[in-house]
């Protein structure tokens, strides 16, 4: 029986900027932090000659070919993993399409569970490029790096993609009291509603290879946002952080008409009112969870849940992608 767990992320700058049709052009800059909710894989020998792969659906096949799941059949490819006597289980501590980056850590814990079915050591890095390969390379969806590296690494790190599809990895540095503060005052609320976020990325890959002169001035912005909450960071400023996560969701609010809602706004104004001093929806957009920084939870959590939202409570993980159990 192998166990192995990636944790889920938030975005706290730079977003949009790590989608190959943008780096590739211009370079990226995301920041990123992991948080302590997790998508979790185990692998266990099965005695039936079968594989079996139980996510939201099970799938009972013979070979690698016949699973319909994208990811897990490229996994098994990928690594040439062919004897039929596995058994696949996916579980989640938050549900896929809440914008957390839920397909990242899947990929990454399935291929690091899948290593450890062979014995493979492999670095974060390689385990990240991997991932990056099945989704981005192999399964031409319209994603960006940021979900699968901050799985693969864990904390809180700025990402740079440069034009050659090279990765620097900066963990940020902050000090023990501006990393309690953050932690403590970062709030998350889920909206109620998930989405896909493949028609908003296809459409904003669509129109950076096109040099669509809006959406390049955009995500030039968030990059440079991006670049101003690392300077915030690494002065201890969270009142700044907070102010650039404003200007980040008003922007971000322009890239696409499918990126907010009359919900969405009001649950932004009703936050902006009491008490927080930042915000935004975290992931593409249309769903999922608003991110708020405020220095008076209390306020904002009795608002919040008068308003029939449920609040996630998050720590920061620093650990990546990891094995829990291997027997």
């Known amino acids: 029986m192998i166990v192995t767990r990636s944790p889920l992320r938030i975005s706290l700058g730079g977003g ?81 399409g809440t914008g957390l980056g839920s397909s990242g850590s899947f990929t990454t814990a399935l291929l690091r569970a899948m290593h450890a079915l062979r014995n493979n050591h492999v670095s974060r890095r390689e385990l990240a490029e991997q991932a990056c390969h099945i989704e981005l390379d192999l399964l031409e969806e319209p994603v960006g790096k940021q979900d699968q590296y901050i799985a693969a690494f864990g904390g809180i790190t700025c990402f740079r993609f440069r034009s050659d599809n090279t990765v620097d990895v900066e963990p940020v540095r902050l000090k023990p009291e501006t990393l309690h503060n953050l932690e403590d005052n970062l709030v998350l609320f889920f909206t109620g509603f998930t989405r896909s976020a493949s028609d908003i990325l296809r459409d904003q890959h669509t129109r950076t290879r096109q040099n ?73 957009g249309g769903g999922g969870f608003l991110m708020f920084y405020t220095e008076d939870k209390t306020r904002l959590r009795r608002k ?24």
């Open 16 to 96: 949009g900027t790590d989608l190959p049709s943008y780096y590739r052009e211009h370079e990226g800059l995301v920041i990123s932090a992991a948080i302590d909710k997790y998508v979790y894989i185990t692998i266990h020998e099965t005695f039936e000659e079968e594989i079996i792969a139980k996510y939201s659906k099970m799938e009972v096949v013979r070979t690698p070919d016949e699973i319909k799941h994208p990811i897990i059949r490229q996994a098994l490819k990928l690594l040439c993993i062919e004897h039929p006597h596995l058994e696949i289980t996916s579980m989640s501590d938050i549900p896929a």
């Open 212 to 284: 669509d002169r809006e959406m390049l001035d955009n995500l030039h912005l968030m990059k440079q946002i991006g670049e101003e909450t690392r300077k915030a960071f690494d002065a201890g400023d969270l009142r700044r952080f907070a102010d650039l996560m404003n200007t980040h969701w008003e922007h971000k609010k322009n890239r696409s008409q499918g990126m907010t809602n009359s919900r969405i706004d009001d649950y932004y104004q009703l936050a902006r009112c009491n008490g927080a001093l930042g915000g935004k929806l975290i992931g593409a």
């Open 304 to 327: 919040f849940y008068e308003a029939g939202l449920r609040e996630v409570r998050i720590r920061f993980d620093f650990a990546g992608t990891t094995v829990l159990a291997h027997s």
